[in-house]
């Protein structure tokens, strides 16, 4: 229907249909009118024996619809005692799928597929009623028919939320509804509002509620009558589903508890039109920013009408609007997350969201006691996406939602150890952990989950092409869900009346299930499902169904035939057939072994093909070790074997295993293959045998009894279970073992993480203590002990941890030796405490008896320093983490000495300092309070977090013992954990078995979110120490990923690369043991050599320039290079350099010192982005370098990587043109945006600050600072040719803009805030025509776009007209200031631009847009267009584009003021009203500095500071990502091998991949809050083996591998940030150095440390490079080795090794040290490198400080050095190549290429900062250079 206008308020269904003529609406059966004396007025009874053959049916042809729109339904009924009544409702979804929601008083439980909801009734009996008691008391078995005494019932039903949460579907409207016997109907009706039957129409009036609210009383003609003074409730029942009373363990209509919620008004829609023109109205923003779960709606716009006029100043307040239910609808429309649901209930008074792990068709399952209801949550959109405007009002809540991600369990079995499953593939394997069922895939262990069951998972079955799987759950109601595997959603739930589910098979193909249960009587129950159409969206129906006595522990549906089933259990094996819905089963003749207990049974699977069913074999095993081979034909036995224990023979080797008579061994499991059987013993062993068993061929022996064996679908693998929990598989054809999983296997009591290696430590009731790797989930260590281990700690930096038992005694262990350090029996009771502090330095221990150890961790055998009795409260409830503290390690909490005081104490003598009682702090409460939990702030010292039995958390000052906050009703019981993360930004907290994470400040309207994944209660939470994620234990161990501190949006249920962020300790660490590898080749090893002069300081100060502070510059005057450098005078382009030839070290020459020069303070920048401030730099340029002559260069420029996002307007294009150009530091890039091919502009030396082009794109100007203190240079480019055409100096500062006139006359430059001056030129001289110095800094400039004589600017003093008066040889500049409108404040105007010769738009640094009249220089209207500051305007036509510091750029439509008449422009202000529309916007990944479009505004190109340029294209809302650059320093960059890629690394964390030779970004890796210092390439030539491995600030290496874009390994070999990094020329091991002179040898296969070689310990490893034999000189050395390796430390040592890997040897060669004066400048002092001559690895190049600035020659063989080469600066980076070419950086920004041989080099001045980084590709013909974050790629010629 094309209007629902008519369906407000309410459409009244008999009224609409005329059911009484019977015309279009139907009846069948008996139905007939009476008048009834409750209602007193005619009512339809429908009666019939059998429900189906009396209805009503409405519409009466099925074809059509009703198209009731109404979200609620209303039914006006009395069910008929003693009867059963069916109501059908067919709904139909937004998506054309029609829904039937039935319900009736004959279900006796929910159920539900894709398109049919079954929901049970129950009526409610008369009040005070014997029925009542009767039926109150039955609730639980539901009382079936109704009631004699059953009252007319008001049901509402609400339609939405029905289909949202129970089949995800959205509500469209009604299409039919069937109205079935025994029942009496007054009538039904549909409505949007929500209606209270027992409010009279003067009641509603007084209590507020109306219509427009989404609430009112009930309609008069659908209302039952009340006597005067009575109530409605007395009389009749109110039913609303969904209940608002406390629901039964089942999904049904009932009634609920009337005051358990009062009835509130629905929130209405807030209007999108709003007028601004009355100052008495609020201001509200255009544009609100768009998050999750809110759906846009693309087709309606912001509209901001009545401008309101100047000197109107509008207050800006929080808008009360209530929401609408389309709100609702719109929420759920946005739930695309398959792993989330949710709801929210209008009466919902808690704060927290709760997060259930489940599909959208699972919603109606309960997840434990803490899921009162389910809320759908929505995936966070993608960071860069466009979308139009939206003004919807939102909650402030948690972000991001969700905040948690079930990422790993560690876990298995908890139900059952009896079931895993092989997908068909065979790639992973299904397995269950208590009630969650997990998939693995056995390659990567990559883990999704199937999260649904409230209870654990008992049985699971495949169909036989594993596209459909089956699962049950124990407990007294058992739960069978049916899931799609492949998509991971739940297509049915049904229950069966069995306590136990024990057994479950599916049919090969899919179309039966059945289980084997317990029945109530304790008899088996078995049950057959037809499951044929559960894919199409049909339900489940039973087969048949049986109760027996016999004993059954195995059921199986026959692969051939899916009527055809076999069983076995206690003494029988049955086989069983389903025909004409009965259920039959014929025992096999047993004979002598009718006394046997069976426990599996499987068919000879692979010859269905051709062998007819009844010729089939089953397999049956039993406990005494017996096999029978039953001939499924004659139900007979037709052979039996028996597997014995190993005979025992000399030495104790075992015979080959054979079927014999004798003592057997329990078989608990058997499969089998086509070709061979596995079966699963009691001894522990899985063993292989040929179908004829005549001994054994293949046998795997396991830590426990086997439980379960399974052989995969192409016989390659066997997969095995153990009862002790462990899972894992059999390669059969390589006879490897593969463990997938092991599990405790009872409850996790507590946990422990090393954050420096990313271990876990658990311990459990099953007696064990258990190490964990987090990242492979794989268990590295199990400590067993006499008595039950209950809390467990890690040392904070070191391989070491603590565990104390239930016995009292605290064990310390090394974990790298396995070796028990410490055993302390002090204790008398359980430990319930135990942690270390911080810095490491001492450990602490509680028990239950009281008593609180204080212990010396900094000695080996933690020596007890004080034990102190009676201050810790008794009991065990708070263990196992009864003990905090404080992050300095100053202060330790507990509870204590009484369960009301929480004490703190001295750390570090146990003296008590603070006591607080908590009973006391809540003097309302009819109970006293105890503390359960005590926790420390991290960030806030001062705050100490304390959990009370009240469920209470309070904020206490550590400093007074005062109440800060308190939050109530935290969980539903009691808290067991609490956690905060490290920043104190959020709180973690458990109580039962859902974890909660909340707001640390508790400032939000939904303060937190709840998860739901566990079977247990949860002993222990808390953040892992990297804060990237959060773990907890119960039944299972838990590993969440916690997304608020990740940076990107989860779009996928796994992503593909998760980077983990470990701080460094603040402590200092030990160092990590040692493993015993040989280092040397066995010789006395000498002491290093000391250096002859002090070592350097080596602590680096970063110098910054705060706002407002002003730093000198430095500059450097060099001296002459002792006579070896070039002279000052003019030089040839063919330079040499003074090489020396030596048959002895030379003696030392002293050094001269460099003279520093400060220049005088600079005026304060003013307080806005857009204004350009130069990249702080503390080096300065080499005067005396002369660049080679053009077309004699030995490199050529051949790319630019990367976009200067550190300038402002520092990007132009002319799309007529085709022109596009940007700056990268001191170089202009012309690119062709088709092909990618650039042109370089280079003249200026330093970075630069903006660009412009002049209308006709002939010429473009660019602009940079002047070095050396020297004026800005401003170059006029010709575009044609790349040629500079003028050069111009002016402003003393940095230029700040630049631009053209309309007619290209003139050209105006803008200073900064240093100098704030306006100069204007001649296009066509470039003389100065005119300049005018302005009262404060500008920000922008723009000349008008029609009328040359008209300009203007905008800058902190507000906005300046000018008019320019031009002369024969001058210009005159007429300045007219004019401040911001008052409405604005006090704000700084930050950009303009011109919309005509009349108007022009200007912008604030608080968002605002304001227009201007030119002629009248007046502001007519303002709106806010961003809530920060706007630095970007463009206008063309009736649009604006706008881009602000908040990452926005948005287009809007400003038709309004186009169309003004000439003659409207001099009209009065109050009738210049128009609107603004938001029609774009679009999100990108910084703040927005540059902008150039076409005419239309339909596509433009935008550069971000970010170093990003975008391609926008609004008419397709396309993005593309044009030039992609680092923001910050680059670390490193290198070539790959095969040179079809490099990688570059910097400080943002951040690894890219680049492809050659388009430069493109192929792939980049993220690691947040870590700088990357190092990359490198793995040696492998094939390119899906490729590898990059990079080192990081935190110590850690990662392995990312190209081909899959995925990181592959993560190591942690280093505390401290990695500053070098190399593969062996193998790549058999990686090396890396760290900042504290560290060299780690680490496994490329495994991540394992092999060993740490110490040599440079105490001075930063600058460079590692490894050589291959084929190239090394081992063996003129007579050493070991395969590969020669060499690093290089700041102390101006070099160290060379020869390395075999394989047989790890590791020798040393030869070790260097360089001597040098005392370093005295205030910087650090010049790195110290050394690289293997490519042309002669017998050569070692070393530079570094010294007594002279020189390259030296050090020949391993002659053991001196041989030659040096003498530069002008002291290098920071070299690079050589094999063409005998070096390349040499320094902080001059000189790059020098020098030939070896003759010492010819040619400087190059294209960097505008000190080089860092230059790499030669491995062929020589390509050349990295690198200053900061520009990245150079030169073109090597040669010299």
């Not at 069948?28 to 007025?41: F, R, S």
């Amino acid at each position: 229907m094309a209007s629902k206008g008519w369906q407000h308020p309410y459409v009244n269904v008999f009224k609409h249909v005329r059911v009484e003529d019977w015309k279009r609406s139907a009846k069948e059966g008996d139905v007939t009118t009476y008048t009834d004396k409750t209602l007193k007025c005619s009512v339809f009874r429908i009666r019939g024996p059998v429900p189906a053959n009396s209805y009503i049916l409405v519409p009466k042809n099925t074809n059509q619809s009703l198209g009731l729109t109404g979200r609620y339904f209303y039914l006006l009924f009395r069910p008929i005692p003693g009867k059963y009544f069916v109501v059908h409702l067919d709904v139909a979804a937004e998506e054309g799928q029609v829904v039937r929601i039935t319900f009736s008083n004959m279900f006796k439980e929910f159920k539900s597929t894709a398109t049919w909801l079954q929901f049970p009734f129950l009526c409610e009996a008369e009040k005070d009623s014997v029925y009542e008691s009767t039926s109150k008391s039955s609730r639980h078995g539901f009382v079936d028919p109704a009631p004699n005494s059953v009252r007319w019932t008001c049901l509402m039903l609400d339609l939405q939320h029905t289909l949202s949460v129970y089949v995800n579907r959205y509500y469209r409207h009604v299409k039919s509804i069937k109205l079935c016997a025994n029942l009496a109907v007054k009538n039904m009706f549909t409505s949007d509002l929500l209606l209270d039957p027992g409010v009279s129409f003067s009641e509603a009036k007084l209590m507020g509620l109306a219509s427009s609210l989404g609430t009112g009383p009930m309609p008069r003609d659908m209302s039952f009558p009340v006597p005067k003074g009575g109530s409605w409730h007395d009389l009749y029942d109110h039913i609303k589903f969904p209940s608002e009373g406390t629901k039964l363990p089942l999904d049904s209509i009932q009634k609920g508890n009337p005051s358990s919620c009062v009835l509130r008004p629905i929130r209405g829609e807030v209007s999108r039109c709003v007028t601004l023109s009355r100052p008495v109205q609020d201001r509200v923003s255009l544009v609100q920013q768009i998050t999750t779960p809110k759906s846009l709606l693309r087709d309606r716009t912001p509209v901001v009408t009545n401008i309101p006029e100047l000197g109107v100043v509008s207050s800006h307040q929080k808008d009360d609007w209530l929401c609408h239910n389309d709100n609702q609808q719109q929420q759920e429309s946005a739930c695309d997350s398959p792993h989330q649901l949710t709801s929210r209930s209008p009466c919902d008074t808690d704060d927290s969201e709760v997060h259930v792990f489940a599909h959208p068709e699972d919603a109606f399952s309960k997840y434990g006691e803490e899921s009162e209801e389910e809320v759908v949550c929505s995936s966070p959109p993608h960071p860069l996406h466009l979308s139009s405007a939206s003004n919807e009002a939102k909650q402030q809540k948690l972000l991001p939602d969700p905040i948690l991600n079930l990422n790993r369990i560690i876990g298995f079995g908890g139900g059952t150890f009896k079931y895993a499953l092989w997908t068909k593939s065979g790639d992973a394997v299904v397995y269950p952990c208590h009630a969650i069922i997990v998939s693995m895939k056995i390659s990567s262990n990559q883990q999704r989950f199937f999260i649904g069951h409230t209870d654990k998972v008992s049985a699971l079955a495949f169909n036989g092409n594993t596209t459909l799987l089956a699962s049950a759950q124990t407990g007294n109601h058992s739960v069978v869900r049916v899931w799609n595997y492949h998509k991971g959603n739940c297509l049915a739930m049904f229950r069966i009346h069995a306590h136990s589910l024990s057994s479950l098979s599916f049919s090969n193909i899919g179309s039966v299930l059945c289980g084997v249960g317990k029945d109530s009587h304790n008899k088996t129950m078995v049950v057959v499902w037809n499951t044929q159409n559960i894919t199409k969206g049909g339900e489940v129906t039973i087969l048949a169904k049986a109760h027996t006595d016999v004993d059954i522990n195995t059921m199986k549906v026959a692969y051939f035939d899916d009527t055809r089933l076999v069983s076995c259990g206690r003494d029988n094996i049955r086989l069983w057939r389903v025909r004409n819905g009965t259920l039959r089963s014929c025992p096999v003749n047993l004979g002598e072994y009718h006394s046997m207990d069976f426990t599996d049974v499987a068919f000879e699977e692979g010859n269905a093909s051709n062998q007819h069913p009844d010729d089939q074999t089953l397999f049956a095993s039993s406990r005494s070790g017996h096999i029978f081979e039953v001939d499924y034909r004659r139900v007979e036995i037709r052979n039996v074997r028996r597997l014995l224990p190993a005979q025992q023979q000399h030495a104790g080797n075992r015979e080959k295993m054979t079927f014999n008579t004798g003592p057997g061994i329990a078989i608990n499991s058997i499969s089998v293959s086509s070709s061979f059987c596995a079966t699963g013993s009691e001894d522990g062993f899985l063993r292989l045998w040929p179908l004829d068993f005549s001994a054994v061929f293949l046998e795997a022996e396991h830590e426990g009894p086997v439980s379960l064996v399974s052989v995969s679908s192409d016989s390659l693998q066997v997969l095995a279970a153990t009862s002790t929990g462990i899972l894992g598989f059999l390669d059969v054809s390589s006879h490897g073992y593969s463990t997938l999983m092991r599990s405790h296997t009872d409850t996790v009591l507590g946990f422990s993480v090393d954050g420096v290696r990313r271990h876990l430590t658990t311990a459990s009731s099953d007696g064990t203590v258990r190490i964990w790797n987090m990242d492979s989930l794989q268990q590295l260590y199990d400590f067993v002990s006499e008595d039950s281990p209950c809390s467990v700690a890690f040392h904070p930096s070191e391989q070491v941890f603590s565990c104390g038992s239930s016995s009292g005694v605290i064990r310390v262990f090394d974990i790298s030796s396995a070796k028990l350090l410490a055993e302390h029996k002090h204790h008398i009771g359980e430990v319930v405490g135990l942690a270390f502090s911080p810095d490491g330095e001492y450990m602490y221990s509680a028990d239950s008896q009281g008593s609180l150890a204080l212990y010396n961790s900094s000695e080996e055998d933690h020596n007890v320093i004080r034990v102190v009795c009676n201050v810790v409260a008794r009991g065990t409830e708070r263990a196992p983490d009864a003990l905090t503290v404080r992050s300095d390690s100053r202060c330790l909490a507990f509870v204590g000495p009484s369960e009301y005081i929480v004490t703190i104490a001295d750390a570090r003598s146990l003296d008590e300092l603070l006591h607080v009682d908590v009973s006391i702090l809540d003097v309302e409460s009819p109970r006293l309070d105890s503390a359960l939990k005590v926790c420390f702030s991290l960030a806030s010292t001062e705050h100490l977090l304390v959990a009370t039995s009240a469920n209470k958390i309070l904020w206490v000052s550590t400093k007074t013992g005062r109440l800060l906050r308190e939050i109530s009703k935290v969980h539903k019981h009691q808290i067991s954990s609490l956690a905060v993360s490290e920043d104190s930004r959020f709180l973690l907290t458990a109580g039962h078995k859902a974890v909660k994470v909340w707001d640390y400040n508790m400032q939000l309207d939904i303060n937190s979110q709840m998860f739901i994944g566990h079977s247990q209660p949860i002993c222990q939470v808390s953040f892992t120490p990297d804060q990237m994620g959060v773990v907890s234990v119960g039944d299972a161990i838990f590993l969440w990923d916690f997304l608020a501190h990740s940076g990107y949006s989860l779009t996928n249920r796994r992503s593909p690369l998760r980077v983990n962020h470990t701080p460094a300790p603040e402590s200092v660490h030990r160092d990590v043991a040692v493993s015993d590898v040989q280092l040397s080749n066995g010789r006395p090893r000498h002491k290093a050599p000391l250096p002859s002069s002090p070592p350097p300081h080596l602590e680096i100060s970063t110098t910054y320039q705060a706002d407002g502070v002003d730093t000198p510059t430095l500059t450097t005057a060099p001296g002459p290079p002792g006579g070896s450098g070039p002279s000052s005078g003019p030089r040839s382009a063919s330079s040499f350099l003074k090489v020396t030839e030596l048959v002895k070290t030379p003696s030392l020459n002293s050094s001269h010192n460099d003279t520093i020069q400060s220049k005088g303070k600079k005026p304060i920048r003013p307080d806005c982005y857009r204004h350009f401030i130069p990249r702080f730099k503390n080096s300065t340029i080499f005067q005396a370098a002369v660049a080679p002559q053009p077309g004699e260069e030995g490199i050529k420029l051949k790319a630019v990587i990367g976009y200067n996002g550190n300038g402002r307007g520092n990007m132009v294009w002319s799309p007529d043109q085709g022109l596009f150009a940007y700056s990268c530091g001191c170089v202009v890039v012309v690119e062709h945006l088709h092909t990618g091919c650039q042109r370089h502009l280079q003249g200026h030396s330093e970075e630069i600050s903006c660009l412009a082009i002049s209308n006709d794109a002939q010429k473009m100007a660019s602009a940079a600072g002047g070095s050396n203190g020297s004026r800005s240079l401003v170059c006029i480019w010709d575009v044609q040719n790349g040629t500079c055409h003028k050069s111009i100096s002016f402003h003393r500062g940095a230029v700040q803009s630049l631009c053209f006139s309309r007619d290209d006359r003139f050209f105006l430059s803008v200073g900064d805030f240093s100098e704030p001056e306006l100069a204007l030129w001649s296009t066509k001289t470039f003389q100065l025509l005119s300049s005018v110095s302005m009262s404060g800094p500008i920000h922008d400039a723009a000349f008008s776009r029609s009328a040359a004589g008209q300009l203007a600017c905008v800058g902190s003093r507000g906005l300046y007209f000018c008019l320019l008066h031009t002369h024969v040889l001058d210009a005159d500049l007429q300045v007219q200031r004019v401040k911001a409108p008052a409405e604005v404040g006090d704000v700084e105007l930050t950009a303009l631009c011109y919309h005509t010769d009349s108007f022009l738009f200007t912008a604030t640094n608080r968002g605002h847009v304001c227009a201007w009249d030119v002629n009248t220089q007046d502001c007519f209207m303002t709106w806010e267009a961003d809530k920060g500051e706007i630095g970007v305007l463009l206008c063309r036509g009736n649009r604006l584009l706008t881009g602000s510091n908040t990452r926005w750029f948005r287009l809007w439509e400003v038709e309004a003021i186009q169309s003004l008449e000439p003659q409207e422009q001099v009209c009065h202000v109050e009738d210049r009203w128009t609107t603004v529309v938001l029609e774009k916007e679009v999100m990108l990944d910084g703040t927005v500095v540059s902008a150039a479009f076409d005419n239309t505004m339909d596509m433009g190109i935008i550069g971000t500071t970010a170093g990003t340029l975008w391609y926008i294209n609004w008419s397709d809302n396309s993005s593309i990502r044009l030039v992609s650059g680092h923001k910050t320093k680059v670390n490193d960059v290198l070539f790959s091998h095969d040179e079809n890629h490099f990688a570059t690394c910097s400080e943002d964390g951040s690894v890219r991949v680049w492809s050659v030779p388009s430069n493109e970004l192929v792939v980049q890796f993220q690691v947040l809050n870590q700088a990357c210092c190092c990359v490198c390439w793995s040696p492998s030539l094939s390119e899906n083996s490729a590898c990059v491995a990079a080192g990081y600030s935190d110590g850690t290496l990662r392995i990312f591998r190209l081909a899959s874009s995925e990181m592959e390994m993560k190591l942690h070999p280093h505390h401290v940030a990695v500053t070098a990094i190399q593969y062996s020329a193998s790549g058999h091991v990686i090396l890396s150095g760290g900042k504290n002179g560290l060299v780690a040898v680490s496994s490329a296969v495994n991540g394992a440390t092999i060993q740490i070689i110490r040599d440079h310990k105490g001075a930063q490893i600058n460079t590692i490079q490894c050589v291959t034999e084929e190239v090394s000189s081992c063996k003129n050395f007579a050493l070991e080795g395969k590969e020669m390796w060499l690093t290089a430390s700041a102390d101006r040592r070099v160290s060379v090794w020869a390395a075999d890997w394989l047989k790890d040897k590791c020798d040393l060669m030869d070790w260097l040290t360089f001597p040098a004066p005392a370093y005295l400048e205030d910087d650090s002092p010049p790195p110290s490198l050394a690289a293997f001559c490519p042309t002669d690895p017998d050569l070692v190049v070393y530079t570094g400080y010294g007594v002279e600035k020189e390259l030296s020659f050090y020949s391993l063989t002659k053991k001196q050095i041989i030659k040096k080469i003498a530069l002008p600066h002291w290098a920071t980076c070299f690079g050589l190549s094999k063409s005998q070419l070096i390349a040499v950086g320094s902080k001059e920004r000189v790059l020098k290429l020098i030939k070896s041989s003759s010492g010819r080099f040619q400087d190059f001045l294209q960097h505008s900062d000190s080089l860092q980084t230059c790499h030669f590709s491995p062929t020589g013909t390509l050349f990295f250079t690198v200053a900061y974050n520009e990245i150079l790629l030169w073109e090597v010629r040669g010299l």
